[in-house]
Each structure stands twice: as C-alpha cells, then as structure tokens.
T-cell receptor
Framework: GAGVSQSPRYKVAKRGQDVALRCDPI?????LFWYQQALGQGPEFLTY????????KSGLPSDRFFAERPEGSVSTLKIQRTQQEDSAVYLC?????????????FGSGTRLTVV | DQQVKQNSPSLSVQEGRISILNCDYT??????FLWYKKYPAEGPTFLIS?????DKNEDGRFTVFLNKSAKHLSLHIVPSQPGDSAVYFC????????????FGKGTSLLVTP
C-alpha cells in the first residue's frame, strides 16, 4: 500500500489479556519504529528494527512488551497480561533510511483500551 | 523526564496571520530537530527539520528557527490557513538518544477564518 498500515484500529482488552498489534510498513522500507502515545502526551519511543534486526528496545516499558519483525517487513507488537496503564495509541513508523534523523512516515495507530 | 518541552498546549491565530510555535529542549547533545503535524485519528506527518549546524530552514510557508545557545526552536507558519489547524509536535534526536526521537507534548493550533 501507499502508507503505513496498522491493525486493528481499535482494541479493547480486559486487564490480564494478551494483545497483538500489527504494522505493515511501506514496501521496501528498511527501518521500522514503534511508539506509544498516552492521552495528552507526545509519542514515546518503544523499539526500532533495521530489517529483521531489533537494534534498540530501550523504550519497552517492561518485559510484558515484545516486538518482532521476523522477515524484515511486517511487525507485531505483543503486550502480555495487559494493565490499565497500557491504554494508549500505539504508533508504527517506517523509513527507507536507517536511523532516526529523518522524517519517517507514521501509520494512523492502534488505540488500545484496557478495561 | 521531559527533554523536549512545548509549554503552550494551545494557540489560536487568525487566518492570514503568522503562527509561532515554540519548543525548548534540555539535552545539549541533541543535534537534529523535527516538527510533525497531526490531525485527529491520523498519525503524525513530518513537516520540516533542521540540523544543529544551521539556524534556519525554510520550506514554503513553514520556517524553523534554531537557537542553540538558548536550546530553543520555533516553527513559523505564514500566512496561516484554516487547514493548518492541527496538533504540532516538536521532536529531537542526538548521538546519545539511540534510535529514538524525543517528542514534546504538542501544541494544538487553531486557525480561525
């Protein structure tokens, strides 16, 4: 597709449930980023992939968060045993360049609500 | 701690006038700065960027100014148009921030006809 596609757009999870959020980056893009945006805040970095390699996972808030990009294209962000503080919009972005110093393209996000 | 700060949550400007959005940062190692624009229910869209070796970058109606000594940057939009109404995020990166962009909390701009 022409842009970064994320699914589902909305997800409601009961506390303790596991969720999986999908990101389809722009075809051929080397770099893929995940960000978390809480209400009223700016996006906060979670993790970065260059092709299939996860080069930076310093922003993942706990070991309940796990991301993968096994074939260097589609990525999945998994959150285990969701908690209320995980409620946020999860944004995926991709870029044809490596690193962060470029205006990469964001998807529309997945809004996760944990009840 | 918030390393990029946008102290004005909102701004209202008349159509045709100049909009000035401000951003301050605390990390002196930041050397690249970006502005993103976000409409409701959409992801942020890259607008304009500036490297620390410059103090100004211009792209059409949008100009970003960087004052390194004050650790301050601003985005000027002139003339402002109703379609510019959106949330604007300032972001920064540097050699010690890994692959992360550090975002501010955003400023909501409303351009009134």
């Amino acid at each position: 597709g022409a842009g970064v596609s994320q699914s589902p757009r909305y997800k409601v999870a009961k506390r303790g449930q596991d969720v999986a959020l999908r990101c389809d980056p722009i075809s051929g893009h080397v770099s893929l980023f995940w960000y978390q945006q809480a209400l009223g805040q700016g996006p906060e970095f979670l993790t970065y992939f260059q092709n299939e390699a996860q080069l930076d996972k310093s922003g993942l808030p706990s070991d309940r968060f796990f991301a993968e990009r096994p074939e260097g294209s589609v990525s999945t962000l998994k959150i285990q045993r969701t908690q209320q503080e995980d409620s946020a919009v999860y944004l995926c972005a991709s870029s044809s360049m490596t690193g962060s110093n470029y205006g990469y393209t964001f998807g529309s996000g997945t809004r996760l609500t944990v009840v | 701690d918030q390393q990029v700060k946008q102290n004005s949550p909102s701004l209202s400007v008349q159509e045709g006038r100049i909009s000035i959005l401000n951003c301050d940062y605390t990390n002196s190692m930041f050397d690249y700065f970006l502005w993103y624009k976000k409409y409701p229910a959409e992801g942020p869209t890259f607008l304009i960027s500036i490297s620390s070796i410059k103090d100004k970058n211009e792209d059409g109606r949008f100009t970003v100014f960087l004052n390194k000594s004050a650790k301050h940057l601003s985005l000027h939009i002139v003339p402002s148009q109703p379609g510019d109404s959106a949330v604007y995020f300032c972001a920064a990166s540097g050699p010690n921030s890994g692959y992360a962009l550090n975002f501010g909390k955003g400023t909501s701009l409303l351009v009134t006809p």
